[in-house]
């Protein structure tokens, strides 16, 4: 199988964007196109409607050893399928990425980590990635097949106006013992805050710099004296802080509010991906270093918790 | 049971980043520290064993410069019992493939049941490592971990996906990389900063880790860079310092400026 073969991840029922949109930038390139879905109780009438974004064709991995959605037993099921292909194309995502990594050590390939253009050139490939901050780009080819790109969150935008059904074929599935090591045993559900970030035209948005959770009142008062929402980063998230329904980020929500107020926020690129199409951006952090002014409209170098109080005040005196 | 952490020199944050022009490799010239997500990792392993693990040893493992001789001097004076840094030129140049690579030669040969690594690389913004090195190892992995419990042989890992948490178990021998909330590391004191001066390093070349020299450096990379351009000009925002809150007025008048309250 000469051609782009696309990782198509799903949770839930629902194909995850992100592989939509590598699908989509996949067809774009202009080879034949091979989606690749793993699972267990997998239906292909669901698999094959991936033929409006772009796939001629899709593999399907069905079997009770994928059931969970684990990294590594999917790299058994892909990997004799990469093997023929010239490239390996993965939309951003945990466990994505996971597979992408487990992949390229799996067959000795080049990966190309948060890719943001590919396009094909004589009969190989080459990657854009920004890098260092987003301060530069760097353009990358491959000595290997496959290829394997990885991209950016947001990268693509998925386009679903092909309107045809692609065929489909289930493909047989070993399983390593290893592989088969881990597994999942819960998950928990976000809890339900009432909520929407993404429907908010103003955030304040806090993290580590906040100080502890005893501080969220001070980010509370501003939202509503701006009357927006509060929202948070993975790092207060994964601590506990807060929910991870008000997180924004690659694996939180992409909002873009008509002002987001950044609090405490280093700004690296997985919060980043999900909040720079806001309107206007405000940081308030104390290092002068920090990432989040490289893109923000305006940047506060300071003491948060000096700032904000102050600021709410002045915004309920006007 | 014995922990190796993965811990990469970095820039350091404070230090200008640039690609060397005609290498298009990272400048490394200037000052450099551990990457401060794998610190996490350190502070982590130094958890498990005071939470009452049966732990032999904490081994800190490097790829780099034969200057990051200095920046694992901190990790010793964390608690990381020894450290090995596998440094040749002959690895200059490696990609994410080579260095998965060139680690996991280095790792196979630790008896570590548990590989630690950190969330991502603060010079290279991938999350691709734990992953990668699991597969060379064949050893199950979770990554992202922000919460980690281990209980005998079995590891019990939280972490964040695009639908929430996964509650994940894992045997081991296993490799696990960590959120950066999974901990708050602590500082070095001034006495382990000066017991760290006993604690060995072993220094490695390629050829000792037994490293296939078909696969590291620039010419084993099968993904090379082959051009770096600026990226789109965009306009740059304002700035002002704050000093005690005192730039409240000033944030007024541009959040009305802008028309945005
Ligand atoms: C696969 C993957 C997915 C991820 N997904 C997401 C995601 O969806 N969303 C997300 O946010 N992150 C995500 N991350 C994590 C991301 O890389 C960062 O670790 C995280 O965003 C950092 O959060 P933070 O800015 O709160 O903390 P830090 O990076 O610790 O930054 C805290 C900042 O606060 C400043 N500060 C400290 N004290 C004060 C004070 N008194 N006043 C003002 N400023 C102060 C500091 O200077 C610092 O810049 C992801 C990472 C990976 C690898
Ligand atoms: N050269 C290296 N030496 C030691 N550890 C490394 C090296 N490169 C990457 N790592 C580990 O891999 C993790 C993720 O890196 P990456 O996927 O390259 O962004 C880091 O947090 C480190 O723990």
Redesign the interface.
Known sequence: MAGVLVFVHHDDGEFAANSLGALTKAAQLGGDVTAFVAGSGVDDGWAAGLGAHGASRVLVADDPALEGGLPQPIVDALEPHAREADAVLFGAGVVSADIAAGLAARLGAGINCETTEVRSEGDGFVAVRPALGDSVMVESTFTSKPAIVLARANAWAPDGAGGRDATVERVPVTVQDWSAGAKLVGREQPEATGVDIGEADVLVAFGRGLGGPDNIPLVEQLAKQLGGEVAATRAVVDAGWCSYSMQVGQTGKTVSPKLYVAVGISGAIQHKVGMVNSGVIVAINKDANAPIFEFADLGVVGDALAIVPKLTEQLSSR | MNIAVCMKEVPS??SA???DPST?R?DRSGDSELNPFDVHGLEEAIRIRESGQDIGEIIAVCMGRENAQRPLQKALALGADRAVLLTDPSLAGS???GT??AL?AVLAKQDADLVILGQQAA??????????????L???????V?HLEIDGDKL?A??????????????MP?VVSV????NTPRLPSIKAIMGAKKKPTDVLSAADAGVDAS?VGADG???????????PA?DS?????????????E??R??SE?G??
């Open positions: 944050a404070t980043k640039r690609l298009h990272l990609d994410i493939s998965a690579h996991s010079d290279a913004d991938c999350y691709v490592m734990a992953a990668a090195i699991a597969d060379h064949k050893r199950p992995v979770v990554t992202q922000a019990r939280k972490r964040q996906t695009e639908h929430g948490y996964d509650v994940i178990e894992a045997p296993a959120s950066d909330a999974i696969r990379a099968r993904n090379v860079v082959a051009s770096v351009s600026p990226p965009k925002g304002r700035r002002i310092e704050d000093s005690g809150g005192d730039s409240a007025g944030i007024v541009f959040l802008r945005v309250i």
